[in-house]
C-alpha cells in the first residue's frame, strides 16, 4: 500500500491487479491489469511486492511486482515498465540441445523464456509458471514447454499443440511436473504424474504404466546407454525399473530430502542423488545391484542441494546449491568452488551444450548463466580448483591465525587481497596481505565464529585461488 505524501486520501493498494482510490479507501477502481481484459487499461505484471512514492519526486509512484519494477504517475493510466535488464528471473528448469541456438527456461510467474545466442530473446505466452523444458535434440524447432502442475505443449515452430489434454483423464502432477525426452529415441517422451506415461509420437498419443505410486513423480531419468532402466522420485523415494517399466522396485533412503537424482552416462545401473539438506548427507550414488548408497559429499557446506548433473564426455559432475555451483572431476579428492562471476545465488537446474562445451545455470532470482566446461579449467564461471600448486593453509581445522603458503610465481611477492567467505555466502572476513620471498604469509582472521569457509586469495594479475578452510 501507499499513500501519496501530496494527498492522503490518494492510496494504492497493490494484489493481483492494482487498486486506487481517492477519498481514503471509501471506494476503489482498478489503476492497471494483469491481463488484457479492459481495453482502456495499461497491463502491468501480476502479483504486487511493494509501492512507494519517490521522496524526490512525489508524484511518481513506482511499484514492484513478480514481473519487475514499474513507475507511473498517480492520477494517469500510463504506467513505464523499467524492467528491461535487470537479470532477476527465477528459473525452475531449463533446457539445451547441442544442435539449438537457443536455451528454454521456465520462470517463476514468467512464462517459459526463450534465450537465442543472437542476444534477441523471446518470451512463449503460457500464461503462468514456466516450468519444466524440453529441446528435441533430433530438430530443434520443436521444442517442449509447461506450466504448473504438468500442462504440457509442444511447439512446431510457432505453432504449439497441448499434449498433455491427450491423456485421459487428464491428470495433475507435481508443481514442476517432469517430462523429459528418450535420450536414444527423440519422438519418445516420458511424464510423471502419479503414474508414469510415455508416448512414441511426440506426446499425440500416450500409454501409462501400470504402477500407480502413492503420490506425483518429481524427477525422471532414463539411462542414456538402456532405456529400459528407468528411475523416478516419488515421495522422497527412488524408485527404478530395469524392464522399461513393468516392474518397479524402490530404494531405501534414510539421510534427508532428495532433491534430484541423475544417471551414470557410463553405466545404467548407476544413479547419482543430491540432497537439500542442511545438515547431513549432500551427494550420494549408488548402484542397483547394492543394497546401500554410498556417501559422495566430501566437504560441501553444510546448505541445501537443488541440481545435479554429469559430464558424459569426462564424468565431471555439477551440483547446483543456494549459493552457487561446485564441482568436482574423476581424479579431485573434493568438490570445489565453480563461482568465478556467478553470483551467490540458488541453482535450481543445470544442462550441458556439448558443441559449445558450455555449462548453463538456471537460478532462482538471478536469472541464466553460462560458462565454458570445467575441464581444463580455465574460463567462464569457474574457479580455480584447490590444488596443492596455488595455496594451501595450516593448520588446516584451525583457528584464526592461519599460515598460507603458494609455490605459484603469480604470488610469490605479490600483494594479495582475502576474502573469508561462509556457507551462506557472506564475507565474514577480509584483508591485504603479501606473500614473502618464500611464498608464505601469516594471517590473523580475529575470531569468527566456528565453521567452513572458503578461503579466497586474488591478485591483480591472476583469477582468485581458494581453499576450504574449517575454524574451530
Known amino acids: 500500500m501507499a499513500i501519496s505524501p501530496l494527498d492522503s486520501n490518494s492510496v494504492y493498494i497493490g494484489g493481483v491487479n492494482t487498486w486506487h482510490s481517492n477519498n481514503g479507501g471509501n471506494t476503489w477502481k482498478i489503476a492497471s491489469q494483469w491481463t488484457n481484459n479492459i481495453s482502456t487499461l495499461e497491463v502491468v505484471h501480476a502479483d504486487k511486492h511493494f509501492m512507494g512514492y519517490n521522496p524526490l519526486s512525489p508524484h511518481t509512484l513506482f511499484e514492484t511486482n513478480d514481473g519487475g519494477v514499474y513507475k507511473t504517475a498517480p492520477d494517469t493510466s500510463y504506467w513505464v515498465d523499467l524492467s528491461n535488464g535487470l537479470g532477476i528471473t527465477q528459473f525452475y528448469r531449463i533446457a539445451v540441445a547441442d544442435n539449438a541456438n537457443y536455451t528454454l527456461g521456465g520462470a517463476q510467474d514468467n512464462d517459459t523464456k526463450i534465450v537465442r545466442t543472437t542476444n534477441k530473446n523471446d518470451e512463449v505466452r503460457t500464461s503462468g509458471d514456466g516450468m519444466e523444458c524440453n529441446i528435441d535434440y533430433s530438430d530443434s524447432s520443436i521444442y517442449y514447454v509447461a506450466i504448473q502442475y504438468g500442462n504440457i505443449t509442444r511447439y512446431v515452430g510457432t505453432s504449439g499443440t497441448n499434449i498433455s489434454r491427450n491423456i485421459t483423464p487428464t491428470p495433475t502432477g507435481a508443481w514442476t511436473t517432469p517430462y523429459i525426452i528418450d535420450p536414444a529415441t527423440p519422438s519418445t517422451l516420458y511424464v510423471g504424474y502419479n503414474k508414469l506415461y510415455h508416448s512414441e509420437d511426440r506426446g499425440s498419443n500416450w500409454t501409462a504404466y501400470t504402477k500407480l505410486f502413492s503420490g506425483n513423480i518429481d524427477r525422471i531419468v532414463v539411462s542414456p546407454l538402456n532405456s529400459s532402466y528407468i528411475f523416478v522420485l516419488v515421495s522422497n523415494l527412488v524408485w527404478y525399473s530395469t524392464d522399461a517399466g513393468t516392474t518397479w522396485t524402490s530404494m531405501n533412503n534414510f539421510f534427508g530430502t532428495i532433491s534430484d537424482i541423475v544417471a551414470d552416462p557410463n553405466n545404467p545401473d548407476h544413479i547419482w542423488a543430491t540432497y537439500a539438506n542442511y545438515t547431513g548427507k549432500k551427494v550420494m550414488d549408488r548402484h542397483i545391484s547394492d543394497i546401500t548408497w554410498h556417501d559422495d559429499s566430501g566437504t560441501l557446506p553444510n546448505i541445501p542441494l537443488h541440481s545435479i548433473v554429469i559430464d558424459k564426455v569426462d564424468g565431471t559432475k555439477y551440483v ?71 595455496i594451501a593453509v595450516s593448520p588446516n581445522p584451525g583457528h584464526g591465525h592461519l599460515r598460507v603458503s603458494t609455490t605459484s610465481q603469480w ?40 565453521g567452513q569457509y572458503i578461503l579466497e586469495v586474488s591478485a591483480q594479475s591472476m583469477a582468485a585461488r581458494t581453499r576450504v578452510v574449517i575454524l574451530r
Open 320 to 390: 547446483g546449491t543456494d549459493v552457487g555451483i561446485f564441482y568436482r572431476d574423476t581424479v579431485m579428492n573434493d568438490w570445489a568452488l565453480y563461482n568465478n562471476g556467478l553470483p551467490v545465488v540458488q541453482v535450481n537446474d543445470m544442462a550441458i551444450n556439448y558443441a559449445t562445451g558450455e555449462i548453463w545455470a538456471g537460478t532462482y532470482g538471478r536469472g541464466m548463466w553460462k560458462a565454458a566446461k570445467a575441464n581444463p579449467p580455465t574460463a567462464g564461471i569457474s574457479q580455480i580448483p584447490y590444488s596443492t600448486d596455488v
Open 411 to 450: 604470488l610469490i611477492n605479490k600483494q594479495v587481497d582475502m576474502r573469508l567467505i561462509n556457507a551462506a555466502g557472506i564475507t565474514a572476513w577480509q584483508g591485504i596481505n603479501s606473500f614473502d620471498a618464500s611464498g608464505h604469509m601469516d594471517v590473523d582472521m580475529g575470531k569468527p565464529a566456528s
